[in-house]
């Protein structure tokens, strides 16, 4: 079946969204690549009781694969790291691990790179190879390179690749060590969340290069961070606005199994919060705490008798905070050698405090040595370059990397 109409109308919708720009070089890529490709063997729809239906491409009408490929949606491809629609017949429970995710986000990336066109590109986590697809389109195969951590994963988008036209370079590996054989990069985009931007990658870009990635340990509450590398070995930017992925495997928090008030028996501390925990359920709280707390998980739990628990948890620093809710409002009881709720909850006043910014207001600066986050502060341009001088921050995060 041809589906040009398909991607004449996607190219369409994302333009009247704002998407595209109707200059937009993307444009003819939307229009050319065929999305259908990239999900063989099929995808797992969600349907009801929190399972997943399997949908394979041989099994499905040509008009009805048309259909689905061509929504503005994630469409998981993988489960529990191994599984695929081809085989299984029935509705199974698991979690997704590789996706063809939403056009909207994969173009509205692609926009926000600045790529010219002999631009050269690394990708990281090639997914199911459809924005490498649109990469290769704009740029040509020999200028994107693209690093997937799953052999299994890689070997479809490749496939998909080839089938759709494009030889480009698809490496199996780890993608937080970049690709050095081919480096230094003019961009670096990521379609799988770190909990900090590596500085391989950093090295691996030229001075002026872009790089473009998901930051933040949680599935929610993460940001999409654009930082420009400096002639020094550096990198700054901000944080753009919201964004959301899976996360690279070797970064991706297992869920606590066990008793999880067996967890939190033995209490330190215990005291009303001055802030409710759920805050860390709306996204710029969320990102907040994890820069606080960057190794904190957090975790709600129902009890027997319908009482609803909150926890943290930071299973590296042996330490955890509990919350329950009565008449009187949370009360957050705290153990091992870190005070997490303290910390927390001091970041969160401080951001009220300043009037609740948006997480667009966050700065980023990277070193070798360092991570530093922070809110507020002066820009100023020198030599054509805009930086941050932090000496009116309201919040301020250092992460020193090991």
């Not at 070193?367 to 309201?394: F, L, S």
Request: hydrophobic share 40%; net charge negative; charged share 20%.
């Amino acid at each position: 079946m041809d589906t040009a109409p398909e991607r004449r109308a996607l190219a369409d919708r994302l333009t009247t969204s704002g998407v595209l720009r109707r200059d937009s070089p993307w444009r003819s890529a939307v229009e050319s690549v065929p999305r259908e490709l990239f999900l063989h063997p099929g995808v797992f729809l969600p349907v009801d009781g929190g399972h997943w239906q399997p949908v394979t491409a041989l099994g499905t009408p040509p008009e009805d694969w048309a259909q689905i490929a061509y929504r503005d949606e994630s469409l998981a491809t993988q489960l529990d790291g191994h599984l695929t629609a081809d085989e299984t017949n029935d509705a199974v429970t698991g979690v997704p691990t590789s996706s063809s995710t939403t056009p909207t986000t994969v173009v509205g990336m692609l926009e926000q790179l600045d790529v010219a066109d002999d631009h050269t590109v690394l990708e990281i986590g090639t997914g199911t190879g459809y924005s490498s697809g649109l990469m290769c389109h704009r740029l040509g195969e020999d200028n994107v390179t693209t690093v997937e951590v799953d052999p299994k994963v890689a070997a479809r988008a490749d496939a998909a690749l080839e089938a759709a036209g494009y030889s480009t370079w698809t490496v199996t590996g780890d993608g937080l060590l970049g690709h050095p054989a081919r480096a230094p990069y003019d961009r670096v985009i990521a379609t799988c969340a770190v909990r900090r931007i590596p500085y391989t990658w950093v090295r691996q870009t030229k001075p002026g290069g872009v790089i473009l990635a998901t930051v933040g340990s949680w599935p929610y509450g993460t940001g999409l961070a654009k930082v420009t590398v400096n002639d020094d070995g550096s990198a700054e930017g901000r944080i753009i606005g919201r964004s959301s992925f899976m996360h690279a495997r070797a970064q991706a928090h297992v869920p606590l199994a066990g008793d999880l008030s067996a967890r939190t028996a033995y209490a330190d501390t215990e005291r009303l919060a001055k802030l409710p925990p759920a805050l860390l359920g709306e996204w710029m709280p969320a990102f907040l705490a994890q820069l606080t707390a960057p190794g904190a998980q957090f975790v709600r739990a129902t009890a027997h008798d319908g009482t609803q628990h909150l926890y943290l948890f930071d299973v590296e620093r042996e330490s955890f905070a509990a919350f329950t809710e009565d008449t009187s409002g949370w009360t957050v009881r705290q153990g091992g050698p870190v005070a997490l709720w303290d910390g927390v909850e001091e970041a969160l006043t401080a951001w009220q405090d300043a009037g609740s910014p948006d997480i667009a207001s966050i700065r980023l600066h990277i070193t070798e040595q360092t991570h530093t986050y922070w809110i507020g502060g002066q820009q100023i341009t020198t030599n054509g370059r805009t930086r941050w001088i932090g000496d009116q921050q309201a919040l301020r995060w250092e992460h020193r990397l090991p």
